[in-house]
C-alpha cells in the first residue's frame, strides 16, 4: 500500500455560464426508478465510467460485465449488509468531454440478492452512449454532483467513483472539481486502468481521490478491471471513514 500526503487549494465560486449548462446537464439527466422521496441508505454511490475515444468497444464492455459480476458477488452484498441500513443507492453515467455526460442506470437500491441481481442486469443491458470527446473527469465529477445533488435519498456517506484510462485533458483541472466537491462533503474514490498511461495511479491519487475514507484501486488492464473494482466497491461500501486517502496495490 502507497501512502501520500494529499491537498485541497481554494476556489472561486463557479461562473454563471457552468451554473446554467449545470442545470440544462441535468435535464437531461434519466429519471429514478421505483425510488421514495427521502430513503435513509447508508451510501448514495455514483459510478462514473469512461466512454472516451481511447476506450474501444471491447474495453468498455469489460468495463460494464465488471461492474456487473461485481454486484452478483456475495462479498460485495456482504459490506453493504454490514451498514446500519443495510441498503446503498447506486446510480451510473457513461463521461468524455466537460459537457458529454449521460446518466444511463437511474438510482437503484441494492439491498438483497434481488435488487443486486436488478442493478447487474440494469448495466449489463445499458448501451453505450458516448464515443468520444476528450477525457474530462473535472466533468464526470461536476456531473456527478448534479446526479447527487437531485437524489431522493439520505445518506450518511455520498461517493462518486471514478474510473478512466487517461488523465484529465479537457475543461478544467480535475483537482479544482475534486476540491468543490470534497468541500460539499463528497467522497471521490478512483480506479485508473494503466493500459495506455502507465503512471495514471499518481495521477489519481494526487489530482482525482479525496475526501474522508478516499480510496484508489488501479487495475493494471482492462483484463484486471473486473477484479479491481470488485475490491474498490468492497472498500467504499465498507468504509472506515479515515480520514486519509488510501491507495491499493492492483
Known amino acids: 500500500m502507497r501512502r501520500r500526503t494529499n491537498s485541497y487549494p481554494g476556489r472561486p465560486i463557479p461562473t454563471r455560464r457552468a451554473i446554467a449548462a449545470g442545470a440544462f446537464a441535468v435535464l437531461l439527466a434519466g429519471p429514478t426508478a421505483g425510488v421514495a422521496a427521502e430513503v435513509e441508505v447508508d451510501l448514495q454511490l455514483v459510478l462514473a465510467v469512461d466512454a472516451s475515444g481511447s476506450v474501444n468497444m471491447p474495453r468498455f464492455n469489460l468495463q460494464k460485465q465488471g461492474y456487473a459480476a461485481a454486484f452478483r458477488n456475495p462479498r460485495v452484498l456482504a459490506a453493504i449488509r454490514s451498514g446500519i441500513s443495510q441498503a446503498i443507492a447506486v446510480t451510473m453515467l457513461q463521461w468524455t468531454g466537460p459537457r458529454l455526460q449521460v446518466h444511463v442506470v437511474p438510482w437503484m437500491v441494492v439491498k438483497d440478492e434481488t435488487s443486486a441481481e436488478a442493478l447487474a442486469a440494469a448495466i449489463e443491458s445499458t448501451p453505450r452512449k458516448l464515443f468520444g470527446g476528450g477525457t474530462s473527469i473535472s466533468g464526470a465529477i461536476d456531473y456527478s454532483r448534479l446526479i447527487l ?3 431522493p435519498f439520505t445518506a450518511t456517506r455520498r461517493t462518486i467513483d471514478v474510473s478512466g484510462d487517461g488523465a484529465n485533458n479537457i475543461g478544467r483541472p480535475a483537482q479544482i472539481a475534486r476540491d468543490e466537491a470534497v468541500r460539499d462533503g463528497i467522497t471521490i474514490n478512483g480506479l ?10 499518481t495521477y489519481y491519487f494526487e489530482n482525482v481521490i479525496g475526501g474522508p475514507g478516499a480510496v484508489m484501486v488501479p487495475a493494471d488492464s482492462y483484463d484486471s478491471f473486473a477484479e479491481a473494482i470488485l475490491k474498490k466497491l468492497i472498500m467504499e461500501i465498507a468504509s472506515n471513514n479515515s480520514e486519509k486517502p488510501r491507495a491499493a496495490l492492483p
Open 149 to 151: 445533488a437531485q437524489s
Open 192 to 201: 485508473p486502468i494503466l493500459s495506455v498511461e502507465p503512471y495514471l495511479d
